[in-house]
């Protein structure tokens, strides 16, 4: 039997998935998107989710929202944008497996909010996500977990240009 530490490690190399940042990838982003109302679609993002998700290959999102800790908006407001969002990636034959975010901000007026390793272009997010789909019950390996994953995904995770809409 593998150990947990290691299952996380052989899951992310076997296991091909997709992360996908938030707003201006999947979301129209026109700052600090999480009003309801706002909420629109990037042009075929629909569809690429489908058809990820018809392929069997887990998409998870991966997204800095700083807009938290800058006190524009509240973790609860963020989860209803993400329920709404869920659901109409739903109703288009998408699905998306885990979504992972980052509330903190440098310019945060609240230091507790500053810093972190969560918040992109760190791999906290990342980490969680992994440790959350194999559900490490035992926080005891988390250092070598940590450093196995961050090598792990330094050889393995290639970030891919998104094409976005030029001009108005
Ligand atoms: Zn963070």
């Known amino acids: 039997m593998f150990s947990q530490t290691r299952l996380v490690w052989i899951m992310l190399i076997l296991r091909p998935a ?8 999947i979301n129209v982003d026109h700052g600090y ?10 042009p075929d993002a629909e569809t690429a989710i489908k058809r990820a998700h018809h392929k069997n290959i887990p998409i998870f999102i991966v997204t800095n929202q700083g807009g938290i800790g800058l006190g524009y908006f509240d973790i609860t407001a963020m989860r209803q944008f993400h329920d709404h969002m869920l659901a109409q990636i739903a109703d288009a034959g998408g699905h998306i497996t885990d ?23 760190k791999p906290g997010m990342i980490l969680d996500l992994a440790r959350r789909q194999v559900k490490l019950a035992d ?16 050889r393995h995770i290639r970030p891919l240009p998104i094409a976005r809409p030029v001009g108005p």
């Open 18 to 25: 997709i992360f996908l940042d938030r707003d201006g990838v």
């Open 33 to 42: 998107p999480h009003k309801l109302k706002y909420f629109a679609f990037m």
């Open 99 to 121: 979504i992972a975010y980052c509330p903190h901000h440098p310019k945060s007026p609240d230091p507790v909010m500053r810093d972190c390793d969560c918040r992109k272009p």
């Open 139 to 154: 926080g005891g390996a988390d250092d070598i977990s940590n450093r196995r994953i961050t090598r792990t995904r330094r």
